[in-house]
């Protein structure tokens, strides 16, 4: 019995095939890239989602004896008589990779599971091939930098976020635009992506000459990032929690006294008189305006804590209630969270308002401008933006525009949309938010990440290495961590006083330079831990960490030449080595170490006693020691001293960056 062949309706930019019932749509997107649609309905669903429409590139399709081809630039496209599906080289004739044969009995690479209305659960799969690495995903806390062999959910929790996008060491990039729940299984028998609920297939697949150029093709496809506002690249001051205005006050003033830099300090959750209530407590925050005014003179930017969430008990819950802007729940209550609030004592449940609606949007925007800007407070923090759930049960949610298998995904990118678009519409040019979650495209508007509420440990400390590089790969240049790590952290102990200072050198060469968490002893989280400063960590800590103030300072101009570098040309500024080292076959395997723009090789301490550790030197450079001015021969490892008052960084010879005072 032989398969039947479907049908083909190319056009001057596109390839249509249809078979019994399913429709496949290749077309071009962008510069050496291709937009793949596949379904079983009668036309192709449209939700929000990361893809920009795409700049126009010369294509050639043509039809051949057993397939149809579409050449966009350096990729190649065979869509073949019986729906399979090449990804080539056009240049080279290189296999980037491609769905298994279709034969009688076997699984298609493409395969639909009806669940009901327009909806299915979905399967692509593509033959593995063994030497293929895979970067980028996101944000996850495995430990690891290539994931081939890894299965990974795709969903947002808290510290896992989920960026369905890859690079590949194969020479492509391929986002699986899909924003609902599923996974990705990176198998040695096969690559297989799942979406637990859509209405059909629909992936973008990008090639170029190296990975720079991927990473390019992919910001203009899901949007550049913003330049970097040049405040936002000093140092971060934030613990949870500052309990009222004159503890700020005091910790900046403490700054200012000692001479310390400090660009923004962070007033955490609680400052509201209850969930959903935007502004300040009277009681704790006498004068707001005036605190802002005299931190801005002295230089300092202050960030507020939002949470997309309502007490029951708030009026603003009923009022989005009623209005339709709230998400419910497929069954049982629309409680989604059990939350200790301000008020009224006691356990209350938070309810989530549903970004995916243009006017819910809008009104959860105005209430964050009418409590805020004008106070001069300009910087948002957008905590929980998974959202945070108990359970995670997304299939259970229904938002404005479908169940949440098919669209929880988009929570925290339209949550961002949200305040980007009201900063711009109210004159301010700077949108900035640190956020919990992204998805692809949170970028284009001012999204910063940070890694989530992690364990204060050397193992998480090395695990964050791992993870930061992946979210650059992942298109978000803006990232960073709690330094010290969040919770279970003790200041009294020598372990926590050498991981601080640990995680403190890392911190200074990642994007953004943040200082957070919670410090033991923690006697009620509504009132926050200790004292979490520079000088809270003992006498030797403090010289130490002093220092590496004075070390951000001075890398600030370098860092905001890469941040510029990363909207133009999407080159995050941290990045694996082989990012900049594609034909160094060691480089690819390098995972506890990075690059800070082209110059500037960093090699981080995550153990606990280590005084030196093993650095690799890509080929293609000499390297020279900053701190004793040795020199390196490139394509080769040593041991490094990394004695605790150092972190080992080395400068590309020829090279000038500042880093020894």
């Given amino acids: 019995m032989k398969l039947t062949p479907g049908e083909f309706l190319l056009t001057a930019s596109t390839i249509r095939w249809n078979l019994e019932h399913e429709t496949v749509l290749v077309e071009p997107w962008g510069r050496d890239s291709v937009r793949v649609r596949a379904t079983r309905n009668a036309a192709f669903k449209e939700l929000p989602g990361a893809l920009l429409p795409p700049a126009a590139s010369e294509v050639r399709v043509e039809r051949q004896e057993e397939a149809a081809v579409l050449i966009n630039g350096c990729l190649r496209v065979e869509l073949g008589r019986h729906g ?16 298994p044969v279709r034969e009688i009995l076997q699984p298609a690479g493409r395969e639909y599971r009806p669940l009901g209305s327009d909806l299915h659960r979905i399967e692509v799969r593509f033959l593995a091939q063994p030497d293929e690495r ?31 996008f890859t690079l590949s060491s194969r020479g492509y990039g391929f986002l699986w635009h899909h924003p609902g729940t599923g996974r990705v299984e990176l198998g040695n028998s096969a690559t297989r992506w799942v979406s637990d609920a859509a209405a059909g297939i629909d992936y973008w697949v990008t090639t170029g000459r190296d990975p720079a150029e991927i990473l390019s093709h992919y ?116 409680a989604l969270f059990p939350f200790f609030d301000t008020r009224p004592d006691g356990l209350v449940y938070l309810h989530f308002y549903d970004p995916t609606h243009p006017e819910a949007r809008g009104a959860f925007w105005e209430k964050a401008r009418a409590a805020y800007l004008a106070l001069g407070i300009k910087v948002f923090w957008l905590d929980a933006c998974e959202p945070e759930m108990v359970p995670t049960d997304y299939d259970n949610l229904r938002f404005h525009i479908g169940n949440g ?24 040019t700077e949108p900035f938010f640190l956020c919990r979650s992204a ?79 919670v410090r033991l002893p923690v006697e009620d989280q509504r009132l926050g831990g200790a004292d979490n400063e520079v000088w809270s960590f003992g006498d030797e800590a403090y010289e130490i960490l002093r220092d590496l103030l004075g070390l951000r300072e001075r890398l600030r101009p370098y860092l905001m ?20 080292f594609p034909s160094d076959p060691v480089a690819w395997g390098v995972e506890d170490q990075f690059l800070l723009g082209p110059d500037l090789l960093v090699a981080p301490v995550t153990a606990l006693g280590a005084r030196s550790r093993t650095v690799y030197f890509p080929a293609g450079s000499a390297w020279v020691h900053a701190w004793s001015g040795a020199v390196y021969a490139g394509g080769g490892s040593a041991v490094v001293e990394a004695p605790l008052n150092q972190i080992p960084v080395f400068i590309r010879e020829g090279a000038s960056v500042p880093i020894a005072g």
């Fill in 84 to 99: 399979r599906l090449r990804f080539l080289r056009s240049d080279t004739g290189k296999l980037l990779f491609e769905e």
């Fill in 134 to 164: 895979f970067f980028g995903f996101g944000q996850h806390r495995h430990g690891r930098l290539d994931q081939k062999g890894c299965v990974l959910d795709l969903a947002h929790r808290n510290c896992e976020v989920s960026i369905p």
């Fill in 219 to 334: 910001a203009d496809a899901t949007g550049h990032a913003p330049p970097l506002p040049e405040w936002a690249a000093g140092f971060w001051q934030s613990k949870l929690r500052y309990r009222d205005q004159a503890e700020v006050l005091r910790v900046a003033r403490e700054y200012r006294r000692r001479g310390l830099p400090l660009s923004v300090i962070v007033i955490d959750f609680f400052h509201w008189e209850m969930m959903g209530e935007f502004g300040f407590d009277p009681v704790a925050w006498p004068d707001p305006a005036g605190m802002v005014r005299e931190l801005e003179g002295m230089g300092i930017k202050v960030m507020i804590s939002i949470w997309p969430s309502f007490n029951g008990n708030s009026p603003s819950f009923q009022e989005f209630r009623r209005r339709g802007w709230i998400l419910e729940t497929e069954r049982g209550t629309p």
């Fill in 405 to 428: 298998a098919e669209v929880a995904g988009l929570y925290p990118f339209l949550h961002e949309q949200a305040f980007h678009e009201g900063m711009k519409a109210a004159g301010e």
């Fill in 439 to 517: 998805w692809a495209g949170s970028q284009r508007f001012g999204a910063a990440v940070w890694s989530g509420d992690i364990k204060s440990t050397f193992e998480v400390l090395a695990a964050q290495v791992r993870a930061g590089l992946n979210m650059a790969v992942s298109g978000i240049p803006w990232w960073t961590t709690d330094i010290g790590g969040f919770h279970s952290g003790d200041p009294s102990t020598p372990y926590f006083r050498e991981l601080i200072i640990r995680w403190f050198q890392y911190g200074v060469f990642c994007p953004l330079f943040r200082l957070h968490g």
């Fill in 561 to 580: 030449e890469q941040m510029r570098i990363a909207h133009a040309d999407g080159l995050p500024p941290m990045r694996p080595l082989f990012i900049d």
